[in-house]
């Protein structure tokens, strides 16, 4: 079992930054490539970044260029830099551990946290 328990959201205005953390605990954090999902009111989740074991990233083009994935596996935690926000980035930011590399869907992934909430103002 893998616990993750995500930290960082809040409310910013358009063009401003936020940093997600989230931390696990339980099994070995370095075995798991490590997703960044986010779900807004009324519609599904989505893919928004994901990060292998050895760092190899790969984003939702919604994000690309503005949001980096990065991990840190002494502190097992796995971070998501969100840089130049807009409205549409509002939404609840849920991080999740699996084992396929560059995985994109949710059924990927095995183990999920309890998710932080973004708002971005216009």
């Known amino acids: 079992q893998v616990q993750l328990v995500e930290s960082g959201g809040g409310l910013v205005q358009a063009g401003g930054s936020l940093r997600l953390s989230c931390a696990a605990s339980?099994?070995?954090?370095?075995?798991?490539?490590m997703g960044w999902f986010r779900q807004a009111p009324g519609k599904e989740r989505e893919f928004t970044a994901t990060i292998s074991r050895s760092g190899f990233h790969t984003y939702a083009d919604s994000v690309k260029g503005r949001f980096t994935i990065s991990r840190d596996n002494a502190e097992n935690t796995v971070y998501l830099q969100m840089n130049s926000l807009k409205p549409e980035d509002t939404a609840v930011y849920y991080c999740a551990a699996g084992v396929r590399r560059t995985a994109t869907m949710t059924w990927e992934y095995d183990y999920w946290g309890q998710g932080t909430q973004v708002t971005v103002s216009s």
């Open positions: 339980g099994r070995t954090f370095s075995a798991y490539a």
